[in-house]
């Protein structure tokens, strides 16, 4: 039998292409309109945190960085910058499997805070990992160097993370139950 089945595939993909296509589209918007860079934490870590929650199972948040991160080079060539997400991806993984999924799931407020943690803990190693490896010296002088980058990037965090979690609290309020079949509920 397979590690990931079909219904834990089909989160995955949805929640990857939800914050590739987002971060494709909107993001460059965000960042030309208001000059931050942190929509992308915002819609990938809420991303992350809603399909480790569906899944439940470890791989999950990287196998959504690394679709994301394909989404994006497909779309969009120059964004090598994605890379900081794709590893921000693998750790928020990591972390969230040494935090050990039956704590997280079986614990609201151990699960909230532990999500909304590694959220900003993650976003912050990504615009550390962009700003060094992406990002020119000249340009990161405006925004304090690379660790007022990687600040930028973990309020982002802070953020998605906060609205990952809100929404899996949403959905376990109203009996929201990862994967169960909804055809057999009525």
């Not at 079986?106 to 959220?119: Q, T």
């Amino acid at each position: 039998m397979a590690y990931f089945g079909t219904r834990d595939l089909a989160g995955i993909t949805i929640f990857a292409a939800l914050w590739g296509v987002l971060n494709v589209t909107i993001s460059p918007i965000f960042f030309q309109a208001f000059n931050l860079p942190f929509f992308c934490d915002v819609t990938g870590f809420s991303a992350l945190i809603l399909a480790v929650w569906w899944v439940r199972k470890a791989g999950t948040a990287t196998f959504v960085g690394t679709i994301a991160l394909i989404i994006n080079l497909v779309f969009r060539p120059t964004a090598l910058h994605f890379f900081g997400f794709f590893v921000a991806s693998i750790l928020f993984d990591a972390l969230v499997f040494l935090l050990g999924y039956k704590r997280v799931f079986e614990k609201k407020l151990l699960g909230s805070i532990g999500f909304f943690a590694v959220s900003v803990f993650s976003a912050a190693v990504a615009g550390l990992i962009i700003g060094l490896f992406f990002m020119t010296p000249v340009a990161l002088i405006s925004w304090g160097g690379v660790l007022g980058w990687a600040g930028l990037h973990a309020i982002g965090g802070v953020i998605g993370g906060a609205i990952g979690v809100s929404l899996v609290n949403a959905l376990i309020a109203r009996n929201v139950t990862p994967g169960i079949d909804i055809s057999k509920k009525a």
